[in-house]
């Protein structure tokens, strides 16, 4: 392909973009194929002869289109949005033309310092402490600063190891030897709760320590006093605290643990404190969200996916630490072929000693044009809108008197249920069961017709519907359409019982 026939199928394809985008609303947002469908239309291998683009192309439409969940529709409401929009992919088109790995800043300086530019833009924008930003307010180097992570699962893994490499020098400097830390190493624990996201336990599973999974009691918060007991039993058992992470928007229903009071435990127990935000981190854009925040200006770490609810394309999880130098300490590994470390400074930083792989893409570009093409008040536009649909939409659930909800709807998500008045068919009570099963059901009822996807959850055994409204192309048009078709379905799923 030369670049004038890069010209007429780039054109070709971003007039297809556009095309999707404006036929979303009349396609099934779930893909129904079966296992393998795609194996089985393929040929079994590469072709040996150069084949057209109009024949792939073709394709696309034919073969993979049906294979496709179509996360940016506006009736999906499955699990958290993906939410792409128009400038991030622009955004993303030059990240692919420059096609750099940015490892070290010489790798790319625009690449580098553009992200810590935006990085603090980010920050600032969300109300972080100044401890998070790379560059301080009169212009001098901070100890803090953000990077792009390419996952939240991946941020968690490396503070997770910045945590422990902080805890092996603190016993270091009691005077243990490097010898004698290591025989400790399987005795570190890594704290979270029971609505952690799966993220924590497979980090601890990656780096090798002990999971402590704390309870949590009805409100499916990490609460002070449950931290202090499961550190106090395992301090008994010998063992050894160093990390603990509180969620900002927990993913079963957006709780928020008690961060100030995981806070006070972790600067007492000397842990590193972690703030997991992945979803609900956006909604920060908003003043009005950041008085639930109070506790984050206090960890060591902060994380949210601008990915998922900030209009910013896959993958982009911006990660800040208040002291960069323990990222430093525990992944800069120096080898003769890398470009010596002339400068490591707030301002020309090696990125690479920031996360887990070496080579990193461009992706402070889709985040820029972000920001700038929405400006702060189109993003708090988009964040305000997502929470007046949601906390519209529990209002009618509420009037509708079958429904109850089963957590505040404090940002875009809905979790709620049929109760038990609405299904029993007597006065006798109706048991978990088939509660349970009644909401199964309606879930499935609604997905049923493909008009939208929704997706149930347990909390502690009690199954919910979870409506995660949060794509950039949700309007009220479509949350008129999910009021309708959970009110007819329950009423199919009642009737059937
Ligand atoms: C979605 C989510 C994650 C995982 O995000 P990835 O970027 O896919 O790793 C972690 N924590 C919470 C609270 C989430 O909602």
């Known amino acids: ?34 296992p393998s469908y795609l194996y089985k239309i393929l040929p079994n291998e590469a072709p040996e002869d150069p084949e057209s683009f109009d024949a792939i192309q073709a394709d696309i439409e034919t073969k993979i289109m049906p294979g496709m969940t179509h996360w940016q529709s506006g009736n999906f ?15 993303d088109m030059y990240s692919s033309m420059f096609n750099i790995v940015g490892f070290s800043w010489i790798c790319s300086p625009a690449a580098t310092e553009l992200e810590t530019v935006v990085m603090d833009w980010l920050g600032k924008l969300v109300g972080l402490d100044k401890r998070y930003m790379s ?46 830390v290591n025989k400790m190493r399987h005795k570190f624990v890594a ?26 009691g009805d409100d499916l918060r990490l609460t002070k006093q449950a931290l202090q007991a499961a550190i106090a039993a395992d301090k008994t058992a010998g063992l050894i605290p160093f990390f603990v992470c509180g969620t900002f928007g927990t993913t079963n229903t957006t709780a928020i643990d008690d961060l100030p009071g995981i806070a006070d435990v972790a600067e007492s127990e000397q842990l590193w404190n972690h703030v997991d935000a ?10 009005e969200f950041r008085p639930l925040a109070a506790g984050i200006e ?26 960069s130098k323990h990222l430093e300490n525990a992944l800069s590994i120096h080898r003769e072929y890398l470009p010596p470390v002339v400068v490591s400074t707030s301002f020309a930083k090696n990125y690479r000693d920031w996360q887990l792989p070496l080579g990193r893409r461009f992706r402070a570009l889709k985040l820029w044009f972000v920001m700038r093409m929405y400006g702060a008040s189109g993003i708090r536009a988009h964040i305000r809108k997502h929470v007046r649909q949601a906390k519209w939409l529990e209002e009618q659930l509420l009037a509708d008197g079958r429904f109850e909800i089963m957590a505040p709807v ?8 049929l109760k038990s008045s609405a299904i029993a068919k007597s006065d006798t009570d109706v048991d978990l069961e088939t509660i349970n099963k009644a909401n199964t059901d309606l879930v499935a009822q609604c997905n049923a ?44 799923v009642i009737a059937d019982l």
């Open 298 to 323: 206090r960890a060591d770490s902060f994380d949210f996916n601008v990915h998922k609810w900030m209009l910013t394309n896959l993958n982009c999880s911006a990660l800040w630490v208040a002291d």
């Open 410 to 417: 404090v940002f875009g998500l809905v979790v709620f249920r």
């Open 278 to 287: 992945a979803y609900a981190g956006a909604a920060l854009v908003c003043p």
């Open 1 to 34: 392909m030369d670049s004038s026939e890069f010209r007429r199928c780039g054109k070709e394809v971003v007039d297809a973009i556009a095309d999707y985008y404006e036929n979303l609303d009349n396609i099934a947002p779930l893909s129904t194929v079966d």
């Open 77 to 91: 409401f499955g699990w958290f949005p993906c939410s792409s929009s128009f400038p991030a992919i622009l955004g």
């Open 191 to 216: 704290y979270f709760s029971d609505q952690t996201h799966s993220a924590g336990q497979k980090s601890a599973n990656i780096i090798g320590c002990i999971a402590r999974i704390v309870p949590t």
């Open 135 to 180: 560059i301080k307010d009169d212009g001098t180097e901070g100890t803090g600063g953000g990077v792009i992570q390419g996952a939240a699962s991946e941020a968690y893994i490396v503070v997770m190891i910045a945590g422990r490499e902080m805890a092996v020098e603190r016993l270091k400097a009691q005077g243990l030897s490097e010898d004698d």
């Open 449 to 492: 017709g493909g008009r939208l996807f929704m997706h149930s959850t347990q909390l502690k055994g009690v199954v919910a519907v979870r409506i995660a409204i949060g794509s950039t192309f949700c309007t009220q048009k479509h949350v008129d359409l999910v009021l309708d078709v959970i009110k007819e379905s329950a009423t199919k």
